[in-house]
Nanobody, 120 residues
Framework: QVQLVESGGGLVPPGGSLRLSCVAP???????????MGWYRQAPGKQRELVAT???????NYADSVTGRFTISRNNSRKTVYLHMNSLKPEDTAVYYC???????????WGQGTQVTVSS
């Protein structure tokens, strides 16, 4: 299991922005580059859903609900993945989880989650 540490959640009004970060502090660089990184979210009473993923080379994939508003990026040298969230809506309120998948071993790991609340 990979240790993933998230930060950046909080309370923001509708239309606002937040940036989430997720670092893998114990990994060496070469191992981190083998990971596909992603963000998932889970709202109260709902199933966890994919938000966005990014490969080591930077190829990104987004859920339809966030396309055009959210941007996922990564800095391999810092072993960090980011989720830039703009034009936030109340329906974006959820616990956001960082996820990694080792493309060699298919091992999956999760962070502890960070709360994002969009409310006036």
């Amino acid at each position: 299991q990979v240790q993933l540490v998230e930060s950046g959640g909080g309370l923001v009004p509708p239309g606002g922005s937040l940036r989430l970060s997720c670092v893998a502090p114990r990994l060496i660089f070469s191992t981190y580059t083998m990971l596909e990184m992603g963000w998932y979210r889970q709202a109260p009473g709902k199933q966890r859903e994919l938000v966005a993923t990014v490969t080591s080379s930077g190829s990104a994939n987004y859920a339809d609900s966030v396309t055009g508003r959210f941007t996922i990026s990564r800095n391999n040298s810092r072993k960090t993945v980011y989720l830039h969230m703009n034009s936030l809506k109340p329906e974006d309120t959820a616990v956001y989880y960082c996820h990694s998948r080792n493309t060699a071993s298919d091992e999956n790991s999760w962070g502890q989650g960070t709360q994002v609340t969009v409310s006036s």
